[in-house]
């Protein structure tokens, strides 16, 4: 299996826990069949719909829909269900924030009838893995940032470099003070960070600083995962990755080996953060492995 699918593969058991996924495929189940795509009013026409995978972000207005990632190809006519639900109807655009299956997965469906947009390293890579089909492929693509003008807003799409992987994006709807991060951000856990695909813990620090930095306070955040969140939130997530950070980097430069800095584990105040979508282990491996662990 190629590093890229590896990571894809990685991306989708975030979505439901490990030993779950594991059983319902031996057992040859559905691991969507009981997922509910549900809308979530964000701030004005701006919503976030939750089922599997990464959440995704709707624009709805008198230009038609849009849409940021599309979860997995298996969910597409849940997902039409539920953007019909709030009078939107085939998305016009679809953005990606990266290349990850559980944020493109619906690529091939809505790009036949839409135009899908994303970093140029998202094609790259989607490029890479044997099979995708082609009408799932970014048709328009850009090394810095874009800016699209859409049911009366405008919406700043400008790349954050070597975060979660080399390829992300995050999408400002500047009219609706609404930020979509992708997997730059998850609430509530601890991170997923793609080291094979290019993401590194000094650059989420990095970008996550940067957004602190400059978005308003009264923002609404679409994490890549987790619930509607602000800036309190990000706040949060950036001060538990620097902390947690220079809690490996000093045991690691004290002679301590990684599984012994897991065999102790984390501060207790972190133990909450590692009962989402990624253990504390995989954490602390993630944090010694990075390129900032120097």
């Known amino acids: 299996m190629s590093r890229p699918l590896l990571a894809a593969f990685a991306a989708l058991l975030l979505c439901l826990p490990?030993?779950?996924?594991?059983?319902?495929?031996?057992?040859?189940?559905?691991?969507?069949?009981?997922v509910e795509v549900r809308a979530h009013r964000v701030r004005d026409n701006v919503y976030m719909l939750t089922g599997a995978g990464g959440n995704i972000g709707v624009s709805v207005g008198r230009d038609g829909t849009l849409i940021v990632d599309d979860q997995f190809e298996p969910l597409s006519e849940r997902i039409k269900q539920a953007l019909n639900g709030?009078?939107?109807g085939a998305p016009k655009l679809i953005?990606?924030?990266?290349?990850?299956?559980?944020?493109?997965?619906?690529?091939?469906?809505?790009g036949r009838t839409g135009t899908i947009v994303a970093h140029d390293n998202v094609r790259v890579r989607l490029l890479?893995?044997?099979?995708?089909?082609?009408?799932?492929?970014?048709?328009?693509?850009?090394?810095?940032?874009?800016?699209v003008h859409f049911n009366d807003d405008t919406l700043d799409v400008f790349h954050m470099p070597a975060g979660h992987t080399d390829g992300d994006s995050v999408v400002w709807f500047k009219r609706a003070n609404v930020l979509h991060t992708g997997d730059l951000l998850f609430v509530g856990g601890f991170p997923?960070?793609?080291?094979?695909?290019?993401?590194?813990?000094?650059?989420v620090i990095v970008n996550?600083?940067?957004?602190?930095?400059?978005?308003?306070?009264?923002?609404?955040?679409?994490?890549?995962?987790?619930?509607?969140?602000?800036?309190?939130?990000?706040?949060?997530?950036?001060?538990?990755?620097?902390?947690?950070?220079?809690?490996?980097?000093?045991?690691?430069?004290?002679?301590?080996?990684?599984?012994?800095?897991?065999?102790?584990?984390?501060?207790?105040?972190?133990?909450e953060w590692g009962k989402s979508f990624i253990s504390e282990e995989n954490w602390?491996?993630?944090?010694?492995?990075?390129?900032?662990?120097?």
């Open 128 to 147: 890479d893995e044997d099979g995708f089909p082609t009408e799932g492929l970014p048709v328009l693509t850009y090394s810095d940032r874009v800016r």
């Open 86 to 88: 709030i009078d939107g």
């Open 284 to 294: 602390i491996r993630t944090l010694a492995r990075s390129p900032s662990a120097t």
């Open 208 to 271: 996550l600083t940067q957004l602190l930095e400059m978005l308003p306070n009264d923002v609404r955040i679409i994490p890549g995962h987790g619930p509607i969140a602000d800036k309190d939130d990000l706040r949060e997530v950036l001060t538990m990755i620097r902390e947690t950070r220079t809690e490996v980097m000093e045991a690691l430069r004290s002679g301590k080996s990684v599984d012994e800095i897991v065999a102790e584990g984390l501060d207790p105040r972190w133990e």
């Open 192 to 203: 997923f960070i793609d080291l094979e695909a290019g993401g590194s813990v000094a650059g």
């Open 95 to 110: 953005l990606n924030t990266h290349y990850h299956r559980d944020h493109t997965g619906g690529n091939p469906v809505f």
């Open 18 to 34: 490990a030993a779950s996924a594991l059983a319902q495929a031996a057992a040859g189940e559905d691991r969507f069949a009981n």
